[in-house]
């Protein structure tokens, strides 16, 4: 098959348009060895274009004006070209051999350093072409570009459009070299991605690029290599590239327009605007910036929501910008985006133009809570939502205003230079007749901050099997098909139910004192209207009960939550909602989480019920409901058990609202020893006033000991893992710089205090803190520890620090307790190191799931396990790609107390199951001896021993657990339990 091919040549001096019929695969072949040789491993020796190949580099089809080094031959620069998988498999694009030779003949010179890649026509056209890269399973394979155009200088932004054949998100790395900086890590730019399954349209912010150290700014006039990464792929990953190319910032053409980006020094510049930092300060030549270099605050958040809005500074110092006399329009970017837990928050802003009040916001607390900090509570996201539009539009909203100008100079000025409410983003003037071209302008910017924004956030959709014809036609009558839903699993919003999950009866059972979950899911096979969901009293043979008002019944509201990179989300069933009424539509999964309280002195048997739903006020079906109560409850466990807790931040920014805080935190004291926690790891701290030259420290107990009196209060019985602790070591080491057997002593002091405090008011240990994810600090920070926890361990003193790497290993010795993630590689070897230390073993962060909170800690006979965190939203509680991280909560904020979410709840299911092999090993112990135990003791000693082998150490094999394992564990263990009871 041959195509008609232009392509341009270079013959001494003259230029000259050759027509030629050539096979598709030579001449592209040509054409692609002169731009592009690719690479596996990061890091390693690239492989260099060979010297006869520096000539073709003069035959890149490069636009200096488009920016253009990869249209593979005629592409649209700006569409994508209907790349499917469907017409590459079907062998309708031509392929390039990946030989073993040189670079002769077609193939592709290679060796273990290098990724086969193929270059195919692009499906929509036989004349278009893209560039097909498989990427083989290892370290860190990449497509390396080196012969590019070196000068990006005059451009804004680098664009690819790329085509995932695949159902899953890839995530992926973009690595840029300078001349100046050359290979190193520090002195080049590294970031992470990903890209969804479909067409990606990928847009990168070239402008004001800083090297990974963040200590220089790279030279965008000297780039030596572009290199598209994937991150340990451990299967082969093919892709589709096009329109790799550059591309100008829009704006340049309105007269008088001047833009400026406001961050630090290290911060991103959106393209086309002048970067403004806390030290820019006026001069004549710029014609911008500060009047003077007073106080300023400039902060970046780091990615969300783009380069543009993420930054501010905050400052009353005036900003002046140059500009002609007349009237000029200005609009101003006051929000903040926000970063960990806090919300942007005050009570009043005033912005001045020529010392002229041009704009005012006032916020009551009320305002605060209801309009902002609440104000996506009840919304409810679901697959393929505009999530800009949603969350970043509506509140990324400019300030527009209209000043006059008589002394050729605009003078800006925010008040007051308090808390979050100056945080200046960016700032736009014009001549005021331009305002028309402006507003057009502000909308094509707002469509690149979403480009920006879609390529940068990358929702990743489940998918799922057909749904089950047999199904539709039993219920098609019926509108919906109800099922029972195993809670362990996910729950999706678009999950169709299969054929063994449509039943009419639900079957559990529940120790007294246990609360006990079971979960229905329906699926609407049409819209519908308002679905309402009930149960019945559970009732013995002989009338007695558990009434329902004993049953609390919760649907599940689907939220987007990040995943495993950062960047990349799915749409989950996560808040669980007390209302049972929820709106039917056609596809869409809705799920109902109940729970059954059965209270400690409940009577053992067979009780039944019936879940009634109800579409329209109108009874349209029932599900049978049999509960077992066993005759036996469960012990608290013998081990800690908790969540990281912080005070809640949000009742502290008003005074007004300051006296609520106290009443929050009893709310969730409450809330996590109703899901079974019995510790803390808690941030709450005494203050280090001073420190004698004896080393006696004086602390400021007064608000950590009314924390203790409520920990005893609400139950919680277990040692305190002392997280902000950490502030204290820092406090002492800081205080006696310089002065080791001071320093000794001042720990000793300190952390002997802490310990009586704990003991004497909530009689428990606490565990004294000395590092947050210790080896993160490097070798030096590991080392540096060591001194603080001897003289801990030999004072008797409780001290850990939290351990994520296996460097830190060499340091348990020193430790009462040791604090380790899933970092950390978890295996029979590990447990042994850990026993020779003898210290207590404790994991942190392992995960939010009824594996890592039950039966690997009945496995590894863990002391205690706490996992981040109870309550720490990233700014908004109900969007979780605002924000450094994502948010991480067991129970979500809310005017009516804590909002539960499935993990959490799952959290107790698996404390539950600690508790059922716990309560069958001390019935075991009581009973040995006895005859007519000896025979179920038998079974439950094979039974133990068996699960032992099948409960994995290593925490990366919970995903190989059957989901039916956990159940019949617990079954199995509640009837041995109850055979045992009946021995005498």
């Not at 983003?425 to 979403?450: F, N």
């Not at 404390?911 to 005859?931: H, Q, T, V």
Request: glycine share 8%; net charge negative.
């Amino acid at each position: 098959m041959t195509h008609d091919t232009r392509y341009t040549t270079q013959d001494t001096g003259h230029r000259t348009q050759v027509r030629t019929l050539v096979p598709c695969v030579l001449c592209l072949c040509v054409w692609f060895l002169c731009l592009v040789s690719c690479v596996c491993l990061l890091g390693c020796s690239k492989l260099e274009p060979k010297e006869e190949a520096s000539e073709s580099k003069k035959a890149i089809p490069y636009d200096a004006k488009k920016g253009m080094f990869s249209d593979f031959e005629g592409s649209d620069p700006v569409s994508w070209g209907g790349v499917s998988t469907e017409i590459v498999q079907g062998g309708e694009c031509g392929e390039l051999e990946n030989g073993k030779g040189n670079m002769e003949n077609g193939k592709v010179k290679t060796d273990n350093h290098s990724n086969p890649f193929s270059i195919v026509h692009s499906p929509s056209s036989s004349t278009n072409k893209c560039l097909k890269v498989t990427y083989p399973k290892g370290d860190f394979p990449g497509l390396s570009a080196k012969r590019l155009p070196s000068d990006w200088s005059n451009f804004g932004i680098l664009v690819m459009d790329v085509f995932n054949p695949s159902e899953e998100v890839v995530p992926f790395g973009i690595l840029i070299k300078d001349k100046p900086g050359g290979h190193s890590y520090p002195n080049r730019l590294d970031k992470q991605f990903a890209f969804k399954p479909g067409k990606n349209k990928f847009i990168f912010n070239i402008t004001g690029l800083k090297t990974n150290d963040g200590k220089r700014q790279m030279d965008l006039s000297q780039i030596m290599e572009l290199i598209v990464f994937l991150s340990q792929p451990k299967e082969p990953v093919t892709l589709y590239f096009d329109n790799i190319r550059l591309e100008h910032a829009a704006g340049s053409e309105i007269e008088g327009m001047k833009r400026f980006d406001l961050g630090t020094q290290g911060s991103e510049v959106w393209p086309g605007f002048l970067q403004v930092t806390d030290k820019t300060h006026y001069s004549e030549e710029a014609g911008y910036g500060w009047s003077y270099l007073g106080q300023a605050d400039a902060q970046d958040r780091g990615q969300y929501p783009d380069a543009l809005f993420r930054d501010w500074i905050r400052t009353a110092t005036p900003f002046k910008v140059d500009v002609k006399n007349g009237q000029h329009v200005v609009y101003v970017m006051l929000e903040d985006p926000g970063a960990w837990e806090y919300y942007q928050n005050f009570k009043e802003r005033r912005f001045y133009a020529e010392d002229v009040l041009v704009g005012e916001d006032k916020m009551t607390p009320e305002q605060f809570f209801s309009d902002h900090y609440y104000r996506h509570m009840n919304h409810e996201d679901f697959p393929g939502q505009d999530v800009f539009e949603e969350y970043v539009q509506k509140r990324f909203v400019w300030k527009r205003f209209v000043i006059d100008v008589a002394d050729r100079q605009l003078t800006l000025k925010c008040e007051p230079n308090t808390a979050y409410a100056c945080t200046i983003s960016a700032i736009i003037t014009a001549p005021l007749e331009q305002d028309d071209k402006v507003q057009q302008y502000l909308k094509l910017l707002d469509r690149q901050r979403k480009e920006f924004f879609d390529g940068q956030y990358v929702e990743k959709v489940p998918q799922f099997d057909s749904l089950d014809e047999k199904l539709v036609k039993q219920y098609q009558s019926l509108g919906f098909i109800p099922f029972v839903k195993n809670y362990d699993q996910m729950l999706y919003p678009a999950e169709p139910p299969k054929k063994s999950q449509a039943v009419d009866r639900i079957q559990i059972f529940a120790a007294q004192g246990e609360k006990e979950p079971f979960v229905i899911g329906i699926y609407p096979l049409q819209a519908g209207g308002q679905l309402h969901v009930d149960i019945t009293d559970l009732v013995l043979n002989d009338g007695v009960k558990i009434p329902s008002d004993a049953i609390l019944i919760r649907w599940v509201q689907y939220r987007l939550k990040r995943m495993y990179s950062g960047r990349v989300y799915s749409v989950v069933g996560d808040m669980l909602r007390t209302n049972s009424q929820v709106v039917l539509k056609k596809g869409q999964t809705r799920y109902f989480w109940f729970t059954v309280n059965v209270s400690k002195d409940a009577r053992p048997g067979d009780y039944k019920g019936s879940v009634i739903i109800r579409e329209n006020n109108v009874e349209v079906k029932r599900i049978s409901v049999e509960l077992k109560v066993l005759p036996f409850g469960l012990d608290d466990p013998d081990i800690a058990i908790g969540l990281f807790y912080t005070l809640p931040p949000q009742f502290n920014w008003y005074e007004e609202t300051q006296n609520q805080r106290w009443t929050e935190v009893e709310r969730q004291l409450q809330d996590m020893r109703d899901h079974g926690m019995n510790t803390l790891a808690l941030s709450i701290m005494p203050g280090v006033k001073a420190i004698n030259d004896s080393g006696d420290a004086e602390l400021d107990f007064a608000f950590f000991d009314d924390f203790l009196h409520a920990y005893k209060h609400f139950g919680f019985d277990r040692p305190v893992s002392g997280y902000g602790l950490i502030s204290v070591f820092h406090q002492i080491r800081q205080k006696t710089e310089g002065n080791p057997k001071l320093f000794a002593k001042a720990m000793e002091n300190a952390f002997g205090q802490i310990q009586w405090h704990a003991q004497q008011i909530a009689g428990v240990d606490m565990v004294a803190g000395l590092a947050d994810e210790l080896s993160n600090t490097g070798g030096a920070g590991i080392d540096s520890i060591i001194p603080a926890a001897e003289v801990l361990k030999n004072a008797g003193i409780r001290a850990t620090g939290f351990f994520n790497n296996p460097k830190d290993i060499k340091v348990f010795d020193y430790f009462s307790d040791v604090t380790v993630s899933n970092d950390i590689h978890i295996d029979q070897d590990f447990l042994s190191r850990v026993e020779k230390s003898g210290a207590n073993l404790w994991f942190y962060n392992t995960g939010h799931d009824r594996f890592s909170f039950g039966l690997h800690l009945w496995k590894t006979k863990a002391k205690g396990k706490v996992q981040w965190h109870y309550q720490l939203p990233s700014v908004d509680p109900y969007f979780d790609l605002d924000g450094r991280e994502g948010d991480t909560c067991a129970s979500y904020p809310s005017p009516a107390g804590p909002i539960n979410t499935v993990w959490f709840e799952l959290a107790r299911e698996g404390i539950d199951d600690y508790r059922y092999l716990k309560i069958l090993e001390k019935m075991m112990e009581e009973r040995k001896g006895k005859m007519d135990a000896d025979a179920t003791i038998e079974r439950a000693e094979k039974f133990l021993e068996a699960l032992r082998k099948d409960i994995p150490v290593e925490l990366d094999k919970r995903k190989e657990i059957p989901d039916e394992f956990y159940d019949v564990t617990r079954k199995t263990a509640a009837d041995l339990i109850t055979e045992l009871l009946r021995t005498p």
